[in-house]
């Protein structure tokens, strides 16, 4: 397998775009990223989409073909990944392998999302599509009754209490202060958040990620040739992608996040590292517990100890293992093809030193976590400073 | 990059199948596949699932996740991918790269779609929303309406005529009759097509697909591991991917294929191969037209003449190139995501000497053409005999 360097990326800010369609994201972020990598003259052999409902939300499909027209990058590949919300990593896995196959040398990758095109109930019951059909979706189970169920869980077998949710929430909305392509830009206190309004008992507003559009873009080629581009480059060290059963109820423990414990363990076999390795971390925060638990069973910390994590302080910028410096899906949004392109997006600019205020020191090593449907399709990415 | 053998392949009968949805197709046909590999034991790395419009006709998301907890592949990697009617090849394409990359030792793709769970005018616009959204879909463009143009063009251009076009629906038709698969199985006459209701003005309802329900599977592996398995093996010897711009109108000359050309010489380039070293083809006739205008700007026949090809019985089962042995699109069905891999799953069994009644004699090597949008997003893959 060759191996395969990030040269470019970009994104859009995230938030309510008013009068930016989805194509008009995808080619913002698409192009930023193309000139971040100095490649606007060179010819793309293949460009991935990481969408989840452009159909469904903005009534276009075959979305990759026509962003390649937009962007002028006609004749290369392009093809739409769905995978939920991990569409976006999805992409990002299958841009790398194209590169790593020796069968592209230049390749576009970009997700985007424009969420806010439809009602929120609307979007609530499309989000709710990627349940399972019978056991799931049709006894009315949304993504926020599914969180909080297993924020019960964890609340009554390991001591989580709603303070370590308000607190995961007030360091990520802090993060995202200091991240100018963040949705939700505005400080959150533990008392605002434990006051917030009840959407699942007992997850309220602050513990939710809100509706987000909003694109980001990566352009991947061969490490060996990344020296011919300017921007600096990341090595993708190692991926892993897992999936776990479609209806969280015939899981051996609904507690257990099986998916990242499989999809983590490859990509550090592949990468040759181990958790203690890594620098600075984006986690699918969808729901303030999904931290708690992907940090978990990522391999940072022990089963049922990510929220005494939380508690020391230790997942903050400042901390020992900074989770969530763009502000995480809670304050940097969720539109959701776009989450996978954008966490990756945000840990190079780490791993250049480009994160500005928000950067965490002498990053060498960065994780991301893609989850997709209710942790039934997680994709993990390790990346590495080159230089 | 690895060699890649196809060492398994099934699929559905096409039609319109009552009382089956989208899994139990996408899992038949999956099933069949890998029971043809005699894989059943065996832990699959990697599921692609090439499908157009889940999300839109049967209102579920996130179908690759579905399908690998149906069939018990659990915790293989899994993602959907999009592109529109080329979706398939797309999704053949990537599994293709996943095992050349040396990511993936056993991968399964599968392609499907739930066409007549809408009625015909909502497929009629959903299928529209692949084309360009202002300069084609907001003038009420079709896909029908487009492939009447391009026929238009070639009649005045290049003489070609009604009987050209009711001669390939008869000769895939007459294919159809030999295919248990097919969702057409009925003889057509040159009179009966000539005589049949007008859909868009030259285009009778002969001169278009059907609207089809079904699915197909194919099973990859290094070539080198091919001989574990118990299915005769399939080289996949090259394959082709490029785009064209959106609109139509935009294209120097819309009698041209480009994007069917560009992919067609990558992959006769990356398989050291020839036009003239092909035993058999499979065309996307989503329209008559098509299939002789593919035949052409895939390098089979000299532009203008792909009619003459046909008049002269050359793309007959008995002729020197059979076309579409399977019926093509326009008899054995076109259930949009499911097209690009039954295209493959045909040319396989003619390779393997399994395709019954329709067996093009002796064949060794396959050419396949999986058509997206109105051209703007081409997949071709080549096919050879291992053994």
Redesign the interface.
Known sequence: ??GVAIIGCGMTKFGRLEGKDL?DLLAEASLRAIDDAGAGERDFD?VYVGN??A??LV????I???L???IN????????????PA?GA?AV??GF??V????SDLVLVAGGEKMTAADTDVIGD?VS??T??TAEYAHGVTLPAMAAMLTRLYMERYGVTERHLAMVAVKNHANALKNPYAHLQRKCTIEGAMSSIMIADPLRLYYCCPISDGAAALVLCPAEKAKEFSGEPVRIAGFG???????VQEREDPAVL??VQ?ASQHAFKLAKLEPKDIDVVELHDAFEILEIAQSEDAGFFPKGEGHLAVEKGITTLEGELPINPSGGLKARGHPVGATGVAQIVELVWHLRGEAGERQVKDAKRAFACNF??FG??T?IHILERMG
């Open positions: 397998m060759r194509m293949s989840m409902m159909g469904e009534h276009q499909t075959t990759a073909s026509a390649v027209d937009r990058l006609i004749p290369a590949a392009a093809e739409r990944v769905e995978n939920g569409s999805s896995k299958n392998l194209a790593a196959s020796g069968a499309l599509t990627m399972h059909p992608h897992a999936t776990d059963t479609h209806a099986k998916s499989l997709g449907g039934n399709n994709v």
